[in-house]
Nanobody, 130 residues
Framework: QVQLVESGGGSVQAGGSLRLSCAASGFTYGRDCMAWFRQAPGKEREGVARLSTDGTRTYAADSMKGRVTISQDNAKNTVYLQMENLKPEDTAMYYC???????????????????????WGQGTQVTVSS
């Protein structure tokens, strides 16, 4: 059974930093597509960052590009999202998502396509005050 458990959210002031963690289990970690999404109240879920099976990092253009870094620790089966210079508009529930390895010749789902990810965590809340 695939499980993704996020942690690290909280309340910070504008300009602050947070590091979110996503602990993965139940699949062959390191060979799956991993991504972070966020959803603010009344808004659609939007992509933040993606980590492909070959280690390539992709950041959503209209989200937090330039202020976030996605990384992984294979020994801990954990994916991280380091967020810097947080703004009040970054307030949202942040979700970790995973998808099985793509078949030969194909790529991981786009960071802008949440519907294409099969597995999701429960989310961790990030609140940024001005």
């Amino acid at each position: 059974q695939v499980q993704l458990v996020e942690s690290g959210g909280g309340s910070v002031q504008a300009g602050g930093s947070l590091r979110l963690s996503c602990a993965a289990s139940g699949f062959t970690y390191g060979r799956d597509c991993m991504a972070w999404f966020r959803q603010a109240p009344g808004k659609e879920r939007e992509g933040v960052a993606r980590l492909s099976t070959d280690g390539t990092r992709t950041y959503a253009a209209d989200s937090m590009k330039g202020r976030v870094t996605i990384s992984q620790d294979n020994a801990k089966n954990t994916v991280y999202l380091q967020m810097e210079n947080l703004k009040p508009e970054d307030t949202a529930m942040y979700y970790c998502a995973a998808d099985p390895p793509p078949t030969k010749g194909r790529s991981c789902p786009s960071v802008n396509s949440p519907d294409e990810y099969d597995y999701w965590g429960q989310g961790t809340q990030v609140t940024v005050s001005s």
